[in-house]
Every structure is written in structure tokens, then in C-alpha cells.
């Protein structure tokens, strides 16, 4: 069989189409861009990047971890008297209306960077009635109201921190403030307690009330005076706020007080709290009001009395004596 040849000038044709296609193809590759010039070039068609934007501040749990702030949620901080109401009793050197503000002014802070929605019931040195400071809370749906307070009372033995509330529905929110506060307090722990105070009865949404120790125990009333402390305990509020439902549905002991700040003593879950029920107590808030109108319808009972008695008396004295004229005539 004949075996085909090629000749050399078809060999020739075909490595010279090779070369001149070679040749067309080589400006084409050299034009591609270099990866950094490609992202470049997309950046001026789509525009520059947006900035990163900044993540919001969330208050930093002890235990090590982060929990982000529950957004909808409206804290109606009341900072009880004000005013010329400095609360406390006769005679006490540190006025309670001063130390309530200041504490509840840095739980406003902690919680605003913390991206919470704050409301104060007042913000200076004013008086509001326990009416106008119910009506605030109750005009927010998705809402909490912690009353601050401090303690006082003739013994100056007493002394230790106290959370109260007054609905089923408060009872977690008090147990996570008082398990904090209590905890963080070089102070006695006295307890959870049920009672009817204005402010947390007439309140439709979850409130308690903390007493932040007694003003009239010197220790006490000497730490509430540095403000380090002030800020110690706001921090442990706004702790037991952000926290409020992580707390088990499950009565627990409470949490044994320790000076140490190690991240391993706090745990997952915070107890819920026993509680002393006090509702059958008389709210003091109500009690002088009640007093003073009692003593005005007795004023007012006790005159009545005095002008009848008195009428009747004439009365009688008058009838006597037409009976003795008639007799004479």
C-alpha cells in the first residue's frame, strides 16, 4: 500500500497559520486584567462599599458571655419622693429623694448604652404623685417599672436589701433584681416580699420596688453615700432587668453573698426567689392620707354631734319653758 507524504510547503502553510493565529490571540490575553485591577474596576461600577456599620453596646454579663438587648422593651425607671417629699423618716441626716435619683440616673445610662429604651418618671429634684407615676408605666404595652428606693427606720440596728412586688407576673422580674443586687451587696439579704404599695398594685405591666438598704444604719448610709457603690448598684439592677427571663420556674435558695468577681460563681439559670407574702399590711403611702382624712370626718363627725347636741338641748329648754307659761297662765 502507498503511504501518503506530506510536502514541506503544506507543512510550512500550517505552522505559519499557527504563528499569525498565535500573534491575534496574544494582545487579547495580555488585555485581561490582573485580579486586584478586577476588583477595582468593579468597585467603580457598583459604587464604594458601604461602611461597616457599628454594633450596638450590649451590657457584658459576669459570667464572661454577651446577651443582646431585648429591643422592644421599655424600662420606666420611678425614683421614689423628690421634692419636698425627701422620704425617710424625722431627722434623718441623708435624704433618700437624692440617693433614689442617683442610682436610677446611672441605671438609665447602663441600660441606654446597653440599647434599651429608658423613661424616667421624674429626672430632678421634683415631686410626682404616686397617681402620675402609675399613669406613666401603664402608658407604655411592652414595659417594666422598678422603683428605687432606700430604706429607714428608727432602729439603727436594721439594715439589708429588700425586693418587692405585688403581681404573679413580677415575681420573675423581682427575683433576678434581688438576686443580683442582694448578691452584689455587702448587706443582709432580706428577702423577696409580696405587698400592695400604690405603685406596684395599680401597675398593669411587671414592677417591683428595691430598697437599696437602710439610710438610717450608719455602714449602710456611709456606702450609699460613695458613689462607686451608687453605680455598684445600678449595675446589678440592670443586671437582674436584662436577665429577668432566664429566671427558673422553680422556687431556689438564694444566692450566698461573695465579695469575688470570678465569671465561675455565676450560673446559667438565676433561682426564682422565695418570697414573704405582706399583703395584708396597710401601704404607709396610703395609710397618712387615710389618717388625715379620718381625722378631718372625725373633726367633722365630733362638730355635727356638738351642733345637735347642742340644738336638741335648746330645743328642749324652749319647750320647757312655753309648758311653764302655759301652767302660769
Same mark, same amino acid.
Given at each position: 500500500?502507498?503511504?501518503?507524504t506530506?510536502?514541506p510547503?503544506?507543512?510550512?502553510?500550517f505552522?505559519?497559520?499557527?504563528?499569525?493565529a498565535?500573534?491575534?490571540?496574544a494582545?487579547?490575553?495580555?488585555?485581561?486584567p490582573?485580579?486586584?485591577?478586577?476588583?477595582?474596576?468593579?468597585?467603580?461600577?457598583?459604587?464604594?462599599?458601604?461602611?461597616?456599620?457599628?454594633?450596638?453596646?450590649?451590657?457584658?454579663?459576669?459570667?464572661?458571655?454577651?446577651?443582646?438587648?431585648?429591643?422592644?422593651?421599655?424600662?420606666v425607671?420611678?425614683?421614689?419622693h423628690?421634692?419636698?417629699?425627701?422620704?425617710?423618716?424625722?431627722?434623718?441626716?441623708?435624704a433618700?429623694?437624692?440617693?433614689n435619683?442617683?442610682?436610677?440616673?446611672?441605671?438609665?445610662?447602663?441600660?441606654?448604652?446597653?440599647g434599651?429604651?429608658?423613661?424616667?418618671?421624674?429626672?430632678?429634684?421634683?415631686?410626682i404623685?404616686?397617681g402620675?407615676?402609675?399613669a406613666?408605666?401603664?402608658?407604655?404595652?411592652?414595659?417594666?417599672?422598678?422603683?428605687?428606693?432606700?430604706?429607714?427606720?428608727?432602729?439603727r440596728?436594721?439594715?439589708?436589701?429588700?425586693?418587692y412586688f405585688y403581681?404573679?407576673?413580677?415575681?420573675?422580674?423581682?427575683?433576678?433584681?434581688?438576686?443580683y443586687?442582694?448578691?452584689?451587696?455587702?448587706?443582709?439579704?432580706?428577702?423577696?416580699?409580696?405587698?400592695?404599695?400604690y405603685?406596684?398594685?395599680?401597675?398593669?405591666?411587671?414592677s417591683?420596688?428595691?430598697?437599696?438598704?437602710?439610710?438610717?444604719?450608719?455602714?449602710?448610709?456611709?456606702?450609699?453615700?460613695? /458613689? =462607686?457603690y &451608687?453605680? %455598684?448598684?445600678?449595675? !446589678?439592677? $440592670?443586671h437582674?432587668?436584662?436577665?429577668?427571663?432566664?429566671?427558673?420556674?422553680?422556687?431556689?435558695?438564694?444566692?450566698?453573698?461573695?465579695?469575688?468577681?470570678?465569671?465561675?460563681?455565676?450560673?446559667?439559670?438565676?433561682?426564682?426567689?422565695?418570697?414573704?407574702?405582706?399583703?395584708?399590711?396597710?401601704?404607709?403611702?396610703?395609710?397618712?392620707?387615710?389618717?388625715?382624712?379620718?381625722?378631718?370626718s372625725?373633726k367633722?363627725? /365630733? =362638730?355635727? &354631734?356638738? %351642733?345637735?347636741?347642742? !340644738?336638741? $338641748?335648746?330645743t328642749?329648754?324652749?319647750?320647757?319653758?312655753?309648758?311653764?307659761?302655759q301652767?302660769e297662765?
Open positions: 500500500m502507498r503511504q501518503k506530506i510536502s510547503m503544506r507543512n510550512f502553510s505552522i505559519l497559520i499557527l504563528f499569525l498565535g500573534l491575534s490571540i494582545p487579547s490575553v495580555r488585555a485581561l490582573a485580579p486586584s485591577s478586577l476588583s477595582e474596576r468593579e468597585h467603580r461600577v457598583n459604587g464604594p462599599a458601604a461602611p461597616r456599620a457599628t454594633p450596638k453596646p450590649v451590657m457584658q454579663r459576669r459570667g464572661g458571655g454577651s446577651q443582646a438587648p431585648r429591643q422592644s422593651i421599655t424600662v425607671i420611678d425614683p421614689g423628690g421634692g419636698y417629699d425627701r422620704g425617710g423618716i424625722a431627722g434623718q441626716r441623708v433618700e429623694s437624692v440617693m435619683l442617683d442610682v436610677a440616673q446611672r441605671l438609665k445610662a447602663i441600660l441606654q448604652a446597653s434599651y429604651r429608658v423613661v424616667m418618671t421624674r429626672d430632678s429634684d421634683v415631686f404623685p404616686l402620675t407615676r402609675v406613666i408605666g401603664n402608658s407604655y404595652r411592652d414595659a417594666i417599672f422598678v422603683c428605687i428606693h432606700f430604706n429607714a427606720t428608727p432602729r440596728s436594721a439594715s439589708g436589701i429588700e425586693t403581681s404573679s407576673q413580677s415575681l420573675g422580674l423581682a427575683s433576678a433584681i434581688h438576686y443586687v442582694a448578691g452584689g451587696a455587702p448587706s443582709a439579704n432580706r428577702g423577696v416580699r409580696r405587698r400592695g404599695f405603685v406596684l398594685r395599680n401597675t398593669r405591666i411587671p417591683v420596688l428595691v430598697e437599696c438598704g437602710f439610710l438610717t444604719n450608719p455602714n449602710e448610709a456611709q456606702y450609699a453615700q460613695n /458613689s =462607686s &451608687r453605680q %455598684k448598684l445600678a449595675l !446589678e439592677i $440592670a437582674g432587668i436584662q436577665n429577668r427571663e432566664s429566671v427558673a420556674r422553680m422556687a431556689g435558695a438564694t444566692r450566698i453573698v461573695s465579695s469575688s468577681n470570678s465569671s465561675t460563681l455565676e450560673p446559667e439559670t438565676v433561682p426564682l426567689q422565695p418570697f414573704i407574702d405582706q399583703t395584708h399590711y396597710r401601704d404607709p403611702d396610703l395609710s397618712r392620707g387615710r389618717h388625715r382624712r379620718s381625722s378631718k372625725s367633722s363627725t /365630733s =362638730s355635727k &354631734r356638738h %351642733k345637735t347636741s347642742s !340644738e336638741t $338641748a335648746s328642749k329648754s324652749s319647750t320647757k319653758k312655753k309648758r311653764t307659761k301652767a297662765d
